[in-house]
């Protein structure tokens, strides 16, 4: 079965960090380009952060530039979003998704949800005093 799960969730006090996992099973994520989405109550669901396949290709929303990396580590079939500086705008669910991507478009990333194939359950961040 594919899977993807995220973990690193919590609550923590504005300026704090958190470091979110998603880990996949049932297949490799190096096949795949992967990102990060989050959707706050009333909101749309938004890209925060997405890497490609190959050469570490990344983006960052404007409102996370600057304090957010996502990385990827193959050799465990994970990749990490490290939050930093968060402030109370950044609370949401968090989750992870994953494209199966072409050889010839292993240098791209993806922004737009509905170019995902897999879905995490999501995580809960919540950025509070």
């Known amino acids: 079965q594919l899977q993807l799960v995220e973990s690193g969730g919590g609550l923590v006090q504005p300026g704090g960090s958190l470091r979110l996992s998603c880990a996949a099973s049932?297949?490799?994520?190096?096949?795949?380009?992967i990102g990060w989405f989050r959707q706050a109550p009333g909101k749309e669901r938004e890209g925060v952060s997405c890497i490609s396949k190959r050469d570490g290709n990344t983006y960052y929303a404007a409102s996370v530039k600057g304090r957010f990396t996502i990385s990827r580590d193959n050799a465990k079939n994970t990749v990490y979003l490290q939050m930093t500086n968060l402030n109370p705008e950044d609370t949401a669910v968090y989750y992870c998704?994953?494209?199966?991507?072409?050889?010839?478009?292993?240098?791209?990333?993806?922004?737009?949800?509905?170019?995902?194939?897999?879905w995490g359950q999501g995580t809960q961040v919540t950025v509070s005093s």
């Open positions: 998704a994953a494209r199966r991507t072409e050889y010839y478009n292993r240098r791209n990333y993806y922004t737009d949800p509905s170019d995902y194939d897999y």
């Open positions: 049932g297949f490799t994520l190096d096949n795949y380009a």
